[in-house]
């Protein structure tokens, strides 16, 4: 089993940052892939960023490209997402979720190919 608790959300103005972190705990936390979710209101569960357990393959969805940076600590069993220059479509409650490394590539992580999630972060954009 892995725990996820994610933290960092808030209130912010449209243009400002906000860093998010996610914790793990539990199993091995390099023997999992991580990602970012977030899922706004009356709208699905979206994927946002992943990260291979090696932090050498990652991808963003094509909204936040440009914006977020995801990166992992292996060392703290963290998952940091940098969110710049956000906009009030980037309100959400944001998961952090993790995938065994063998099941899934970073290009086909998604939804419905997480093993573990957190519990939700509440991120809202001031316009």
């Known amino acids: 089993q892995v725990r996820l608790v994610e933290s960092g959300g808030g209130t912010v103005q449209a243009g400002g940052s906000l860093r998010l972190s996610c914790t793990a705990s539990?199993?091995?936390?390099?023997?999992?892939?991580m990602g970012w979710f977030r899922q706004a209101p009356g709208k699905d569960r979206e994927f946002v960023a992943g990260?291979?357990?090696?932090?050498?393959?990652?991808r963003y969805a094509d909204s936040v490209k440009g914006r977020f940076t995801i990166s992992r600590d292996n060392a703290r069993n963290t998952v940091p997402l940098e969110m710049n220059s956000v906009k009030p479509e980037d309100t959400a409650v944001y998961y952090c979720?993790?995938?065994?490394?063998?099941?899934?590539?970073?290009?086909?992580?998604?939804?419905?190919?997480?093993?573990?999630w957190g519990k939700g972060t509440l991120v809202t954009v001031s316009s």
């Open positions: 990260i291979s357990w090696s932090a050498d393959n990652i």
């Open positions: 979720a993790a995938v065994d490394n063998l099941r899934v590539t970073i290009a086909t992580m998604g939804v419905h190919r997480m093993d573990y």
């Open positions: 539990g199993r091995t936390f390099s023997n999992y892939a």
